[in-house]
């Protein structure tokens, strides 16, 4: 158990609906980090909250967005889904924004 | 552009042996960390070794090292005494250590290890 917590594990929703991914970093982790694991892109980062500000932006959709609360919780939100955005998405915290990165179990998000 | 490469897509190994999984990468960043994470068929992603780019020794944690050839651009994954366990999907992946709290991992494709009995 890495300390990384999201919700939900599994996610089924239909095409056009919008999602919100939720994470809790490490308890002392200022860092989180969003990643989208999919069989064609294989692990992509997304983006990366310290301590509730936005730090470095990867191939992130416009459709997508996140943000990272005072409690230093996450969630990223997606909306206007399509097939190909079912992947597996990763939650992951560090205490500064550079060390090892502690991942969470991930949620499966499966568009139809 | 950072660019880490996996060229094994699938690898087998006998129980208690040891294996290397490689790992190149392309960087023109003067300071870099390397790391490796297991991916078990249940999908968690759990870290298992870091390498600093200018760390002079190569980073163990118990079963595993690191082999680290920076003039040769490798970090490659060595797994001594192979377990069953040991089974699952392997990834490389590096980041940047620019200046500021800054770290996203850019990662390979990954090689998929199985232990035999």
């Known amino acids: 158990d890495s300390g990384v917590t999201q919700t939900p594990k599994h996610l089924i929703t239909a095409t056009g609906q919008r999602v919100t991914l939720r994470c809790s970093p490490r308890?002392?982790?200022?860092?989180v980090y969003w990643y989208q694991q999919s069989l064609d892109q294989g692990l992509q980062f997304l983006i990366q909250?310290?301590?509730?500000?936005?730090?470095a932006k990867g191939n992130i959709l416009e459709r997508f967005s996140a943000q990272q609360f005072p409690d230093l919780h996450s969630e990223l939100n997606l909306s206007s889904l399509e097939l190909g955005d079912s992947a597996l998405y990763f939650c992951?915290?560090?205490?500064?924004?550079?060390?090892?990165?502690?991942f969470g179990p991930g949620t499966r998000l499966t568009v139809l | 552009a950072q660019k880490i490469t996996q060229t094994q897509p699938g690898m087998f190994v006998q129980e208690k042996e040891a294996v290397t999984l490689d790992c190149t990468y392309d960087?023109?960043?003067?300071?870099?960390?390397l790391f490796w994470y297991k991916q078990p068929s249940s999908g968690e992603m759990i870290f298992l070794i870091y390498?600093?780019?200018?760390?002079?020794q190569n980073a163990t944690e118990g079963r595993y090292s690191l082999n680290f050839q920076k003039a040769r651009k490798s970090a490659n994954l060595v797994i001594s005494a192979s377990q069953l366990g040991d089974s699952a999907m392997y990834f490389c992946?590096?980041?940047?250590?620019?200046?500021?709290?800054?770290?996203?991992?850019?990662f390979g494709q990954g090689t998929t290890l199985q232990v035999k009995p």
């Open positions: 992951a915290s560090s205490v500064l924004g550079y060390n090892e990165q502690f």
């Open positions: 308890s002392g982790d200022l860092s």
């Open positions: 909250y310290y301590n509730g500000e936005e730090r």
């Open positions: 960087t023109s960043d003067p300071s870099y960390g």
């Open positions: 390498q600093g780019s200018y760390d002079q």
């Open positions: 992946a590096m980041r940047r250590t620019p200046p500021g709290n800054t770290g996203k991992l850019i």
